[in-house]
């Protein structure tokens, strides 16, 4: 038996509980475990190489990931709690985290000859392989939108204005769409009426759902799972708010997968990059 940590957290991830230098063993972030040892665990399966009594270890709230095509998922917290508590014999640990954190350009994903993401073909259908919630408490009959507000001391440029996502929120309402938004210091933007929010597996139900019109957010981990969580005509707008994201978005080559492209877009939306002041205010006006 083996334990594959795929996500932990010591810290929170938000304002108040930050890695302020990104450290993935403090946080591991949404994005990167969603795109490096998400994909990562899901072609070791594909390959033959988990043992049926393996485990795949997590945050709690990102579990349904790996629960449509593993029957043996844990939160970290219950990991630690086995480890050290109860000191539970752990055969072996294979410590993802840490293995990306020392090595990241060794385990972020690559491109094939085609410029498309190196296991595609192989791997598509586990990937899309989500355990999706039931959200028939939510009221999904009718058109609405989703909206990602990212929020974190880490990277902090990346972040939009309350002002901005008012803007956005009050030009979307004209329209009569239900907004839901996901994001984890976002909750006072909810109303509890026709602005509702979210948790993250209510969140991927809700792209999935054919009724969901598009999804606007930061370029960050939430609006990445996108790529995956999306019906195909859910219009997924990526907002890349300040230069230094934006320089980044051009030339590191490496990092790719981390930049909302197509090469790893598992879901067939279509992605629009929003870039900087003049494509938000398009943006704005365009809705």
Known sequence: MKYYIVGKKIKEGNLESDSESGILNEYFELGWEYAVSHLHIKHLFCLGQLAPDDVIVTIKDRMFLYEGFWCNVISYDDFCNKLFNYNDAID???DLCDLIQNNQVGYIPKLNSENKYEHFESDKDIIKNIKYRDISHLNTSEPYCCLHIRYRKWASARNLSRDFWDRIIKKIELSGLKIYIFGKEAKDFANGDNIIHV????????????????????????????????????KNYVIISDQKTYEEFLTKNAYRVFYHIEEFNFSEAPIVHVVLNEDIEKLINEL
Not at 204 to 225: P, Y
């Open 92 to 94: 072996s640990v294979v």
């Open 199 to 234: 948790n993250l597996d209510e969140y991927a139900s809700l792209l999935n759902n054919e009724n969901c019109r598009f999804l606007i957010g930061n370029m960050s981990g939430g609006t990445l799972t996108a790529q995956t969580f999306s019906h195909k005509n859910c």
